[in-house]
DNA sequence: TATTGTTATACTCTATAACTATA
DNA sequence: TATAGTTATAGAGTATAACAATA
């Protein structure tokens, strides 16, 4: 307990170096933290407005203007899907996807600096820890609108 | 490499899952997570609006409005030092402290749950390593207005 | 009637540029 | 002239409440 009295805050401190230097990667890319986050979320599926805004954790109607910005840019599209006209299904154009990976990439080469004070091998447990504390958020990224959704399941088990 | 490469933007979602708890610690004591680093900043030292800036990574005039509006709510207070009227002192005002006081505590209490999906030794692991990666820019807080003050190591040397 | 998404409104945060007061 | 901070303006992000269209 005692030498770990400061761990709360010191993560915050550290989100906030990454945000930092996120916020600036994603300027060079033209894009705001927030946009550059709606694109990954979207990257490798489309999903509906409900389930985007859980996901990024914003009510739905801070999401609508979002994507009127994003979209105006050309770097996402809406579609409506034709067993329910009312949702809206939002996709990556050729562009987004485009951009989006090279800010992927990008975030991959210059973000592990972070670390560098670290030594080599203290690095790596740091990147495993992480990868297992962030596993968790990825893969309800991926199922959590089933699991608010009985209906999808039915479909698969269909 | 290969194992590794996904660390960057894993990095980034954690510091999305620490934002959002972090987020939602200060609306629960009735303050953004902007206005709340901010007086984390200051809560052991006052500072001059510039080197307050530089600590938050936001321009001066940013930092013009965000006083306005904390100051407004009684948690900070402006003072102008006598040897520089241009000067602006910012430090915590009594209930600003006490806030403050429990913001950190609470933070200190609720997000360590973050790591829970680690087993304990590795969480103890994690900790260290924040605490190494964070201390630098602990250091940066404290240090940096002289660095760039050439003058007040002159009046603590006279 | 319930659900999906949008609009209206208001506030916070942030940047750029122009400004005021002091040094 | 240079520096410290503020004001003006504009745009992004977010929340609450009211709304429209569809189911």
Known sequence: MTDNEGFGNDL???SVLVQRRYAQICADHDLTSTQATLLCVLKDQPQGMGDLAQLLGVA???LSGLVDRIERRGL???ETPEHDRRAVTLSTTALGK????ALYA???ERMP???STLPADEQHQFANSVARITAPAHRTALLEHNTNHPKADEQIAG
């Open 12 to 14: 915050v401190w550290l």
């Open 98 to 101: 485009k951009i989006v990976g």
């Open 106 to 108: 990008d975030v991959a």
């Open 76 to 78: 996402v599209q809406r």
């Open 113 to 115: 600096d972070i670390t």
């Open 60 to 62: 739905k109607n801070a």
